[in-house]
């Protein structure tokens, strides 16, 4: 990928507005409410999740000085490999000269808001992998679902249902009540990932509790819109869509309602991310043309308990 004078405004060529426009990016969430367990660095490619079993209740009532039997621990261990991603742009030598633009620094945040988009999807594409899944309404499978049957109240409450028969736990404290005007408390819960089009949808529905009516501000996610039933909820343009896949080739969303410990993300220590800057006149420059700027990070996501975790698919207005 190459900068050039086609892409920049060359200094005496008319004035423009040296603030910028806001680039328009996602709001990265889906890697937020991982377990993170890094690799230290020289220690090997590969990390192991380990997860202990529950006992089963001890009812049988003891016998007098007779030793019972026991229980046996079991273990299931979930390996994951980061892997490496990243990109880079090339600045000529020539826009570095003629252009306004604090370029380098512009070129970072850039690269910044696109390693951020890459890890997010990466993370989002394991997380709706998962195996358990609630379709909308009456359907049965992904290409049942209509247009029709959009995320309400009912869904939210059966995946919550699903997430309290699995023991899973929450994630977000209580927000406890105040003495502010028209405000509801809010209990602890789980949380949702959804997409723009779906949180249309919800802000629809009866039970629906927009942030501006939580009794404190201070404990809001970035990102968060309101909450229904047990549930937090986030959105983004991020949010899993899987494009004409429903009944009529409609598109499919997918809402992800998270509990704790639901999935663990991994990198190697000290190169989670980098920025790596090649000033001009590095490697195979004679002429000091090129400079380039890029990104490069190890990571990896892993699904660790299926069953702290629900996919709802349905469809959006």
Request: net charge negative.
């Amino acid at each position: 990928m190459s900068n050039t004078t086609s892409t920049q405004i060359p200094a005496g060529q008319g004035f423009y507005d040296r603030n910028l426009l806001v680039r328009a990016v996602s709001n990265f969430v889906h890697t937020r409410w991982g377990q993170q367990r890094d690799i230290p660095a020289n220690m090997g490619e590969t990390i192991k999740f380990r997860r202990y079993g529950n006992l089963s209740a001890a009812t049988t009532a003891l016998t007098e000085a007779v030793t019972p039997s026991g229980s046996a621990l079991s273990v299931t261990d979930i390996t994951a490999t980061p892997l490496q991603y990243g990109d880079y742009v090339t600045l000529s030598d020539y826009v570095s000269f003629t252009t306004l633009d604090p370029i380098l620094t512009e070129t970072s945040e850039i690269l910044g808001d696109q390693a951020g988009d890459t890890l997010d999807q990466l993370c989002r594409d394991v997380l709706v992998a998962g195996s358990t899944v609630q379709y909308a309404s009456t359907a049965t499978a992904r290409n049942e679902v209509t247009a029709a049957m959009t995320l309400d109240v009912a869904e939210v409450r059966e995946a919550v249902r699903t997430l309290e028969e699995n023991k899973a736990k929450m994630i977000m404290e209580q927000i406890d009540a105040e003495d502010a005007f028209n405000t509801v408390p809010i209990g602890k819960a789980y949380v949702g990932i959804t997409h723009p089009r779906t949180l249309f949808d919800l802000k629809g529905e009866t039970g629906f509790v927009p942030v501006v009516k939580y009794p404190s501000q201070s404990m809001v996610m970035d990102g968060e819109k309101g909450s229904v039933d047990d549930v937090r909820f986030v959105s983004t343009p991020n949010a899993k869509v899987f494009t004409g896949e429903g009944a009529g080739s409609v598109d499919v969303y997918a809402t992800m309602i998270l509990a704790r410990d639901a999935y663990g993300i991994s990198r190697i220590s000290g190169k989670a991310l980098e920025n790596i800057i090649k000033p001009l006149g590095a490697g195979e420059d004679p002429l000091n043309q090129r400079a380039t700027s890029g990104w490069k990070a190890t990571f990896v996501a892993k699904r660790l308990n299926e069953s702290f975790m629900v996919r709802i698919e349905h469809g959006a207005s």
